[in-house]
């Protein structure tokens, strides 16, 4: 039981470039997460997954993209990527309201 | 608009030491957690406080909730180097928010041998 995984651990990018975020849960949970991190401001929600299927926005949905893709998988893309989202960024899943977390992607724009 | 606020939001304590971590917060909810995170690490669950006047314990960290007040505490006895890390107070947002979670901005601890 692996609980919530994230991959890739870390990754650089250059301005503009794009890339997608992967997490997995293997806990049978119906809804998932994205956060971020940023010092001194503790996570902020980008977007979430009620349930497969779903996808709506959070407090900083803004320059993302999400995809539910099955039950279990829940990615998150940077389109065009800008140095602002330089950041951690955790994937959380939840059954019954108590949210469990990966252990999140180190994300550095230049 | 939902907010939460913790403080302080760095405290250096001595070994030893009594304190207490405060975690306000601006609308009705049912439901509050507490986390720590280690330099570098996700976040581990600690604490998750159900309805008004709850308590729970854990080693050297005590937590309750007063609704009411909207107030959350959390309270280390006798602080040892390794309750050192960065804790988060979060309130569960209620059907405005769905089940999304509103962090605080975390107190970073840091006790002093």
């Known amino acids: 039981n692996a609980g919530v995984t994230q991959t890739p651990k870390f990754q650089v990018l250059k301005t503009g470039q794009s890339m997608t975020l992967q997490c997995a849960q293997d806990?049978?949970?119906?809804?998932m997460y994205w956060y971020r991190q940023d010092p001194g401001m503790g996570l902020r929600l980008i977007y979430y997954s009620a349930s497969e299927g779903t996808t709506d926005k959070g407090e900083v949905p803004n320059g993302y993209n999400v995809s539910r893709l099955n039950k279990r998988e829940f990615s998150l893309r940077l389109e065009s990527a800008a140095p602002s989202q330089t950041s951690v960024y955790f994937c959380?899943?939840?059954?019954?309201?108590?949210?469990?977390f990966g252990p999140g992607t180190r994300l550095t724009v230049l | 608009e939902l907010k939460v606020e913790q403080n302080p939001l760095f405290l250096s304590m001595q070994e030893g030491k009594n304190y207490t971590i405060y975690c306000n917060y601006s609308t009705t909810s049912d439901r509050l957690y507490w986390y720590r995170q280690d330099p570098g690490k996700s976040l581990e669950s600690l604490f998750v406080?159900?309805?008004?006047?709850a308590v729970k314990q854990e080693g050297r960290l005590m937590a309750s909730l007063d609704t009411k007040a909207r107030l959350s505490t959390l309270h280390i006895t006798a602080a040892v180097h390794d309750l050192s890390a960065t804790y988060f107070c979060a309130v569960d947002g209620q059907m405005e928010y769905g089940n999304k979670l509103v962090f605080g901005a975390g107190t970073i601890l840091r006790v002093k041998s």
């Open positions: 406080l159900l309805s008004n006047g």
């Open positions: 959380a899943s939840s059954k019954r309201r108590e949210q469990f």
């Open positions: 806990m049978n949970h119906n809804s």
